[in-house]
């Protein structure tokens, strides 16, 4: 890529502060807070600024499937909303995988509310074949897809199928994608039995922020993006 030409506008979409300073993207990204509609606004407004060449969802997502790890990074082939099922870029989703020693494919489902029971992430796999959940992908796919841009994922898995996570480490969660530390604080201090759950979140949550680092400095600054698509 020659020095004149323009590099491209990759909106990356996250659901945490933690995961878009994890990004590094030069500050086009759309952080999620654990909402759909919030990244599609984020991205209409990115869009409507000046035009975007492609969407990327990218940081961390909980385990449907057994046998996946804390830490075990995953490139999706197709982003499950509801009944639709929306493919990903084929190039640059092979391209993900290969820069990721652990990649694997499958479909990512995209929900609206935490799945933290074990039970529930069962039913989830065995009812849509769904490998791993997260709340943001759906949103960007949907406006990747009405505005025909390239998409794609990378994630990291965090909780595993058998992991339930508590109710104090979802009070820390904040719309804007920041952590509320003594919103998990009180949590716990009324229910104090969470700790030893809270601290087996913690360490899958830094497996999979280290995997995560691991594979986005082998992805290079654009994500593959430039190589590929």
Request: proline share 0%; charged share 5%.
């Given at each position: 890529m020659?020095?004149?030409t323009a590099e491209p506008r990759i909106a990356i979409v996250v659901g945490m502060k933690s995961e878009a300073r994890l990004a590094d993207a030069g500050g086009l990204v759309v952080v999620g807070g654990g909402s759909s509609a919030r990244v599609e606004a984020g991205l209409a407004q990115f869009h409507e600024a000046k035009p975007l060449q492609a969407v990327l969802?990218?940081?961390?997502?909980?385990g449907l499937a057994p046998g996946l790890r804390p830490g075990d990074l995953f490139a999706p082939t197709a982003v499950l909303s509801?009944?639709?099922?929306?493919?990903?870029?084929?190039g640059w989703t092979r391209h993900l995988a290969r820069s990721a020693s652990k990649a694997g494919h499958g479909t990512l489902l995209g929900v609206d509310e935490p799945i933290h029971a074990p039970e529930r992430k069962r039913g989830l796999h065995k009812q849509t074949g769904a490998v791993a959940v997260d709340m943001e992908s759906h949103g960007a796919a949907r406006f990747a897809y009405a505005n025909n841009l390239p998409f794609a994922v990378f994630r990291a898995i965090s909780d595993p199928q058998h992991r339930a996570i508590p109710s104090a480490a979802l009070a820390g969660f904040k719309p804007d994608g920041s952590t509320d530390v003594w919103a998990v604080l009180a949590a716990l201090a009324r229910n104090p039995g969470q700790t030893a759950a809270l601290i087996a979140t913690a360490r899958d949550a830094k497996a999979a922020f280290d995997a995560l680092l691991g594979g986005r400095r082998r992805l290079g600054r654009l994500f593959g993006f430039d190589q590929i698509v």
């Open positions: 020659s020095s004149e969802s990218f940081g961390v997502a909980g509801g009944s639709t099922a929306f493919a990903c870029h084929q």
